[in-house]
């Protein structure tokens, strides 16, 4: 198994490539930029330079008791903004500065000297203060000079006189006015203001989450959450919400769909390249409304921090992490800002060597007791690209559209190897003893995703219009060799193809509001799998269309909010093998899907309760008759007469303050399992077939409690879950019943320290229980992560990070099946420990608003 090679020719040649697609249409986009022409004669410069702001559309901060007995009269003929604002500043005693965001306009000296005063605003507790007021003043008679907010990280930059003496005077509500002599730069600390925070009750800092519609609400930007380096990162540190690397569960509620900006995620690659001081808050949706699809149980909804500068910017990034073998990660975005124009291109590259050793004990009781012992150790090398160019353009402050283009690909085939030694008993006594070697291959081509979107508001109405086009393919193979023998080889195909659109209209209708649309989506999936006699060849065909109308009302009465929606939904399937329509294995399905809401809030505390039904279609790789060779003694395939699976989900929720509570409780019909039976006892004797099935009954329900109080520079996060899952599967011949709580704690320590410095440690502990068939152990890990920024306005973020410091993240399981039993211990290398560096200049935010449509279609393909 070779160690990670980074490819770096690949990666310079396809960068090379999309910088150039970049740069081509910017060239234009210069040409074609929102210019200014104005006719001004004996204008006041205040409106003037208001005039300029509206059409440039870049803020223009300036004093108006300075600017007010200045006129203006100029010919101003398709100017850029900058050359806008000098042109009527021209012969008057002013200076114009630009900052990323806005220009500031100040005034001269006697000597018209000029230069830049820096700062960051603190509270008590060493947190920045986002939006505090700073004003610089005379020293000689406090007279207002110029003055400006603090941005989301504290700072500000305002221009000042080197040459004079001046004042800072700095207010925010709840802390206690300051006003010390002007330095070039300035590290600020307020202190609370207790009489004002008496009459107002306002708190010396943001809580980390709060209760909003319905929705728990975290806020990132100002919080530690914001110091735990990519999206990807902070998200598995949120409340209620477990996991990593992109495998995220809602405690209660499964896997959530992840937002960025209204825009769904279709790659976690994606949420690497966002960082989580970019990002201004987190809503994790327990009760998703009819607009989302019928098998979505949660949602977590991404803000960016919305800043408005114009021209280039750049993100670039690069992780790297070391356990027994390598992982590496990199990527760059550019984003170019013209008026309302947002051209941009992005590249995410991926390469990583996987190891895990796995342990195995399989029980089979047939004509014989059969039971095979397994050492495994596993190994894979995987290099892949996707990118992303597009342009989103806003021509006024009501409507915006845009085209979003998504390749991706394999730069070299996925590399899959297994050693391993199997001893085989019958009836106690060994029959076969095998030491296997397994070589898998998968190619995978490249996958074209678009995604075209149009937004509009008209008076009170709301226009969202998405549509979707995807097409994948990708191919592989396996060969086994037991004893140094060939004894299974396969070859495999995949084609997939999607067509979905989606319309969201949102009006006003009574004291409330109402939203409804329609969402489409047609799918095409072509399996065809080849073997070397140890099953069946196969050539499968799916052909599948949802349509789907909703609408949600929701109003609010008093300290009351309520919502009530109701999802249609139509679902045909086309099942064909070797291009023979099968019937009995295409369906057709109608469904109603409702929702039901009530949140209440009074002051610090609130209470919610929800009802949803979900449908959750099994994916098409569920679907599959194929037959996989696993080992000489374990296959694997699907059922293609599985049928969808629904929930009734109930939810309460509440809270007060930093305290947070839910309970839920679902229960599932047909919901999915995966077990093993016997395959052929008198052709195949000893073998086992992993397959798929319903379960007519299963019921879970639980609760969690999250505590997030804050003691000066420690946040601590702390979350106690109970669980229970109860599942009969007596009708699979699966015979245990058991219904034990399973514990889980998290322990999340967040340290603000001074000088930028930020350390993470964070614990969990899940108890093992018996639950319906299944016996789960005890497990724990402990991860770690110190972050610290450097250079002007934070531009270099730097982490630290180790996972599974003690190397406990083994797992371990035992089910029972259909006359079988097995024993099952795997650790996958999550002992690691990496840097991620992070870099970006004059960051500008893509202000794409494209949501995506037929998203629950494109995860299943």
Known sequence: MKRTDFTFRKVWMIYTVYFLLLFTPTANAQQTSRLVSLELKNEKLSAALKQIEKMGGKNILFAYEETENYHVTASIRKQTQDEAIRTVLKGKPFNCIERTDYFVIQRKGKDGKTTQVRGTIYGDRNEPLAYANVILLAAADSAFITGCVTAEDGSFILPGNNEKKHLLKVTYIGYQPLTLPCQPENDIHLQPDAQMLKEVTVTASRPLMERKNGAFVANVA?????MLGSASDMIGHLPFVTGSDGNYT????????IYINGRKVRDTSELNQLQANEILSAEIVTTPGA????????VIRLRTIRKRGQGLSANAYADYTQGHSAKGKQGASLNYRTGGLDIFVKGHFNESDTYSTSHTQLQLNTSSEWKSISDNVNRAHDANFNGEVGFNYEPDDHQSFGIRYVPKTGLSDQELYSQGETV????????DRLTSDSHGRKHTNWNHTVNGYYNGTFGKWNIDFNADYLYGRSGGGQKVDNNGETDASSDSEVKNRLYA????????LGQGKLSFGTEETFTERHDIFKQSGFSNDADNRIKQSIASAFADYSIELGQFNLTAGLRYEYQKTDYYESDIYKEEKSPSYHDLIPIVSIFYKKEDWNIGLSYRMMKLNPSYSMLSSTISYQSKYQYHNGNPELEPQKHNAFSLEGGWKWINASLYFDHAR???????????????????LWTMASIPNSYAYG??????????????????????????ARSLNIQPLWNEVQPDFILNNSFTLPRGWFLNIKGRLAFGAKQSYAIKKTEGTVDAQLTKSFLKDRALRVSLVANDIFRTGTYHFRVYGDRTYNEFEN????????????????????KYKGKGAGESEKGRL
């Open 222 to 226: 100002g919080t530690p959450l914001s």
């Open 250 to 257: 809602v405690i209660g509620r499964g896997k959530p769909e």
């Open 291 to 298: 607009r989302y699809s019928s098998n979505v149980s949660s």
């Open 424 to 431: 085989m008993l019958r009836d106690g006594e060994e029959v």
């Open 501 to 508: 659109a989606k319309l969201v209209i949102t009006a006003p």
């Open 670 to 688: 047909n919901m999915y399992t995966t077990y093993a039976k016997p395959y052929d006892d008198a052709k195949h004797p000893g073998v086992v």
């Open 703 to 728: 609760g969690a409690l999250v505590l997030s109080p804050k003691f000066g520079w420690w946040q601590p996060q702390f979350t106690a879950s109970l669980f229970w899952f109860q599942s009969n």
């Open 827 to 846: 650790y996958a290398d999550k002992q690691r420990f990496g840097i991620r560096l992070n870099y970006q200049f004059n960051a500008t935010k893509n």
